[in-house]
């Protein structure tokens, strides 16, 4: 297993921020927190998990966010009986510090499109209906990634505008344009106690390159998971467990200057 300061060179200095309660964290969670299954609803969190995240939010004041693709209702399933400050939907809705809810629902504007995708789609591809977006995951079928590409493309098309496909990791989602896990991040850092912290963020797809690059622009941490030469972050860390062993080792005792 690889040392996490080899892994991570500046680890050192992230903890001395950490321990200063100086950042803003913000936490991918299929991908990143998780590995990823083969189905969406197979994934599942484990009890030392929950509490090493419990453990970090009360160390770092409360600044803790899940920052998610999934809904804020599959989110919470996941990781009760914690209830974290966290966005769904790559913004589409997000829970504020206090549990105040956000949330832009564009789901009657799919009725048509979940029956051409039902239609279009095979046995083997997997829908994901979000209400506000849907998700075509091929990742058990890897021979239909062009067909859900262009179902997906097809599928957008017939919204007349306002809609894009993102590709992710063996999945194609269509979703509103003009909203991203960047706006969440965005909106968290205006409000305690995330306000006046640099933002940290994990993420390990596509749809986080946006955050990344908010978080670049801010002069914070932004950390790719998974070998990639295609992302905006500035640093990375291998998988999953090396995430776990990164965040278990923020709650490690005070790193001393």
């Known amino acids: 297993m690889m040392d996490l300061r080899e892994e991570f060179p500046g680890f ?4 001395i921020a ?49 920052i998610s693709g999934r809904r804020l209702t599959d989110i919470d399933q996941l990781f009760a ?16 510090s206090n549990g105040i809810i956000h949330a832009l629902d564009r789901s009657a504007d ?3 499109v979940r029956r051409f995708v039902s239609e279009q789609s095979y046995s083997d591809v997997l829908v ?10 091929y990742r058990e079928a890897p021979a239909r990634e062009q067909h859900c590409r262009e179902v997906a493309l097809a599928a957008a098309h017939r919204m007349h505008g306002g809609w894009q496909v993102v ?7 269509i979703r509103v344009t003009g909203v991203g896990k960047q706006d969440a991040i965005e909106n968290f850092l205006a409000e305690p106690p995330f306000l006046g912290r640099r933002a940290v963020f994990l993420g390990d797809d596509e749809t986080d390159e946006e ?18 030469d295609r992302t905006s972050a500035r640093y990375s860390l291998r998988d999953p467990g090396s995430v776990l062993r990164f965040l ?8 001393h200057r």
């Open 167 to 173: 590709p992710g990791k063996m999945s194609f989602e």
């Open 128 to 137: 994901e209906d979000k209400g506000s977006a849907l998700v075509l995951h």
């Open 211 to 228: 955050g990344f690059d908010l978080v670049n622009h801010l002069g914070g941490w932004s950390i790719h998971i998974g070998n990639s």
């Open 81 to 96: 009986p914690l209830r974290l400050p966290a966005a769904g939907l790559h913004g589409l809705e997000r829970r504020d």
């Open 110 to 112: 799919l009725g048509e």
């Open 248 to 255: 278990d080792t923020l709650l490690e005792p005070v790193l």
């Open 18 to 66: 950490f321990d200063s309660q100086s950042l803003a964290l913000f936490l991918d969670v299929d991908g990143t927190l998780l590995h990823i299954a083969a189905r969406p609803d197979a994934v599942r969190v484990t009890p030392p998990l929950r509490e090493m995240l419990r453990q970090l939010q009360a160390r770092n004041a409360g600044a803790l966010a899940l």
């Open 12 to 15: 050192d200095a992230f903890k």
